[in-house]
């Protein structure tokens, strides 16, 4: 089964049900799979690789102590938000070199969470700069590391030059309450910027 361009309904809507495929995104060892692990109802399916020396030069290590593994497809879970709201959950890879299959995996989403370490700010430029070329609403999130700088919201939105209209907000990855806000956050984002391009008359690309 093709996981990548797997639409269990972007926006379907099928017995009073609707499903909708969310993609978890960032860069390297910013919490993705961690994030899908703590929500996913179902063991999640990870494509979770020792790291290599191919990734040297590329993606540092040394940034993330302890990680010795790297996403080198997708992470995916699946989670019952309410009776009548299922989300499909699509992490990317996060090494630089992989990042050839983000259009794929993000094709059919309605929307997008991007994590940001804030040890590592800049890092997020890349992610931020891909998710607004593809017009694909987006929601930042902050994940917190232990240790790690703590940061005023709107101090990020200013560092990585966050439009206004983008959510941003705190979150921790291995928490799922936190993450599950974190998820409505994107759908209830997601719902406005349809809403708005419909009343415009030009409905956004999804995917």
């Known amino acids: 089964m093709d996981f990548a361009s797997y639409d269990p309904a972007g926006a379907r809507q099928s017995r009073g049900i609707i499903s909708a495929k969310i993609v978890v995104a960032g860069g390297f060892g ?6 899908v692990g703590a929500i996913s109802e179902i063991t999640p399916l990870t494509t979770e690789a020792v790291m290599t020396a191919a990734g040297v030069g590329i993606d540092d290590p040394s ?3 302890g990680k010795e593994t790297t996403t080198v497809a997708m992470d ?6 309410a009776q009548d709201l299922i989300l499909y959950l699509f992490g990317t890879p996060g090494q630089t070199r992989f990042w050839f299959m983000w259009d794929e995996i993000i094709r059919g989403a309605v ?8 040890r590592r700010i800049t890092d997020a430029f890349a992610p931020l700069d891909y998710f607004e070329s ?7 999130a902050l994940n917190r590391f232990d240790g790690a700088p703590q940061y ?6 200013e560092a990585l ?13 291995r928490h799922r309450d936190s993450v599950k806000q974190v998820l409505m956050t994107v759908v209830e984002h997601a719902m406005r910027r349809l ?8 409905p956004t690309p999804v995917g």
Request: net charge negative; charged share 25%; with cysteine.
């Open 30 to 35: 910013v919490g993705k799979t961690t994030l």
């Open 63 to 65: 940034k993330v102590p």
């Open 76 to 81: 995916f879970g699946r989670i019952t938000m």
């Open 111 to 118: 929307g997008a969470a991007v994590l940001v370490d804030t």
């Open 134 to 140: 593809r017009k694909l609403p987006y929601v930042v």
């Open 152 to 157: 005023e919201v709107e101090e990020v939105r």
């Open 161 to 173: 030059a966050i439009s206004p209209d983008v959510p941003l907000v705190l979150c921790d990855a």
């Open 195 to 202: 809403q708005a391009e419909h009343d415009r008359g030009h």
